[in-house]
């Protein structure tokens, strides 16, 4: 039997790209997936379809987490969903994922473009979890989502994409993920994030799918290639997995080797 049959995981963000690939992967181990999106429905329930198809199951839940009254409509939404189904309103995995991404200069970031950044990519993971904490048992399992950037800077051929607040952003994350797995190791809650490298989604398809883009990003890498949703979503699984049951406040590379 699935070591993981009958748990419940919220992916938030799982409408594309990663998100969507992760759902995938927690479908295959036989997690219950809740589908969070903000407000593409229709791309929510292509991914709930796919997760059928794999043999899981699970629902969609729209919130804006750019809001704390989006989040705790989320949390609401889950409860009222599980509840439906049978379930008790217990979340077994959390997987930040949800994020933005914008660029800009030191001289050209607005305060709105930096607030931007660090509502969704660590207000929201911070205040997410918190309402997750108190759904779950001892022994869950939080994934949040990093970039390569935290410890690195985008540069090629004297080039550089300004990405300082994006990067900030997620060196947070790199910090909470460690604080978090010192403070809730004593219930046996593993924490950990994945720091991807550049990824061929929607998200960066306006720079990763020209041709220079591409050139740039494979020249960085000693494999070759660009990296995929899929490859960000194993590592996920594998954190989901019983697998890593000895690995806490880890911040993972996914990126292929980016500028080693």
């Known amino acids: 039997m699935n070591a993981n049959a009958s748990k419940v995981a919220l992916v938030t963000g799982a409408s594309r790209g990663i998100g969507r690939a992760a759902s995938y992967e927690l479908a295959k181990q036989g997690y219950f997936v809740v589908v969070h999106y903000k407000a593409n429905h229709a791309a929510a329930e292509e991914t709930l ?13 729209s919130a804006d987490l750019d809001k704390l009254e989006g989040i705790d409509q989320l949390f609401s939404a889950l409860d009222k969903g599980l509840a439906s189904r049978g379930k008790p309103a217990q979340l077994d995995l959390l997987v930040n994922n949800a994020g933005v991404a914008d660029g800009g200069t030191l001289a050209d970031t607005t305060p709105e473009l930096f607030d931007r950044q660090f509502t969704l990519n660590v207000k929201a993971v911070f205040f997410t979890t918190q309402k997750a904490l108190e759904r779950m048992p001892d022994g869950a399992r939080i994934v949040n989502l990093s970039s390569v950037l935290s410890s690195r800077v985008f540069e090629a051929a004297g080039q550089f994409n300004a990405l300082s607040a994006y990067s900030a952003s997620k060196g947070a994350i790199d910090t909470l993920t460690r604080h978090w797995a010192v403070e809730l190791g004593p219930r046996g809650i593993l924490v950990n994030a994945v720091a991807p490298g550049p990824v061929d989604t929607d998200m960066n398809a306006a720079w990763l799918r020209t041709d220079a883009g591409r050139a740039t990003a494979i020249g960085a890498s000693p494999l070759g290639r660009v990296g995929t949703a899929g490859d960000i979503a194993n590592v996920i699984g594998f954190l989901a997995s019983p697998a890593s049951q000895w690995t806490t406040g880890q ?9 080693l």
């Open 49 to 61: 379809a796919e997760i059928r198809k794999l043999g899981a199951d699970g629902f969609a839940v």
């Open 251 to 259: 911040v993972i590379d996914a990126s292929g080797g980016y500028r």
